[in-house]
């Protein structure tokens, strides 16, 4: 749904896609998303990218990547993006101008790694990278390639999926080193103390920032949207994780924008109906919580 501030209105907004996308992205100014779908004749991965303001049309970026190896981000004011591609021999990141069509030209030197988040103010981007000691590991390496990338999180375990707080100074990843995928937190861009965010579980998705990084969000693993408060002062203090929003069909992905409203991502098909899926973005969603209270 889109909430107008100036009319207070909440008008619905549904998007249909395909049910074969398996990652989105929304810029933080709330205008564009980025999605991950493998096509299913050529069995390679096409990038889309979907403006928002004109009811979802969508462009195909690119087409030329085996599955699961793409990730992409938006800089800090949703005006670029960058996509990355985990060839095993390294290859440049792409860097999208969205204020120019979404002309597409390389970054700079090869980098090795499926990217999962970019801090555009510091040039800096977030990779996952799999070790044959340590599984997958959080690796930040110079956007431009112009140096090697050098391990944040680095356990026995599988550590993956970093997303860096609005003020950069922090960063959210998964891990499964306590037997089962958990949310952590650490400092960025050099890692420090780490603080273990959940422990009931989380989805495979599906974890953000608010704009301001007062709240992060997540998807459990019973497929209900979380929130954990944060608190800053002379440190930082993370709340307890508290249910936010439970829908019937589960919440696939869930991600803030700018502005404070959140795109909602949730199946609205069984597994024996037709293949589709919707993308609904609810806005002024405390207002819509504390009517059903």
């Known amino acids: 749904m889109w909430f107008d501030p100036r009319t ?3 008008d619905p907004l549904i998007l249909s896609l395909p049910t074969d996308f398996s990652l989105v992205r929304v810029s933080p100014n709330g205008r564009y998303a980025l999605l991950r779908r493998l096509d ?3 069995r390679q991965t096409d990038v889309l990218l979907a403006d928002l303001l004109q009811s979802g049309t969508t462009s195909i970026l690119t087409s030329a990547a085996p599955p699961g190896l793409v990730g992409f981000a938006f800089s800090a004011d949703g005006r670029r993006a960058v996509i990355g591609t985990a060839w095993s021999a390294g290859q440049p990141l792409q860097l999208l101008d969205l204020e120019q069509g979404g002309k597409l030209g390389e970054y700079g030197r090869p980098v090795r790694g499926t990217l999962v988040d970019w801090n555009s103010e510091k040039e800096l981007a977030v990779f996952s990278l799999q070790h044959a000691e340590t599984g997958f590991d959080v690796i930040v390496q110079p956007a431009d390639g112009s140096a090697e990338g050098e391990a ?4 026995r375990a599988n550590d993956w999926a970093g997303r860096i707080s609005p003020d950069g100074r922090m960063i959210l990843f ?5 037997g089962r995928r958990e949310l952590y937190a650490t400092t960025f861009p050099a890692a420090g103390v780490e603080w273990q965010l959940t422990r009931g579980g989380v989805g495979c998705q599906g974890h953000s920032w608010s704009a301001d990084g007062g709240t992060i969000y997540y998807v459990d693993a019973a497929n209900r949207l979380m929130s954990i408060a944060v608190e800053r002062g002379e440190g930082i203090r993370f709340g307890d994780p508290r249910e936010f929003l439970t829908l019937a069909g589960g919440v696939m992905d869930a991600q803030a924008v700018g502005d404070g409203r959140l ?3 949730a199946s609205s098909t069984t597994q024996t109906e037709a293949s589709r899926a919707d993308i609904r973005l609810v806005i002024n ?3 819509l919580l504390r ?3």
């Open 8 to 10: 207070e209105e909440i």
């Open 40 to 42: 299913p004749t050529t």
């Open 152 to 155: 944040l999180v680095r356990s």
């Open 174 to 178: 998964y891990s499964d080193r306590g």
């Open 263 to 265: 795109l909602v991502i």
């Open 285 to 287: 969603w405390p207002a």
């Open 291 to 293: 009517s059903k209270q």
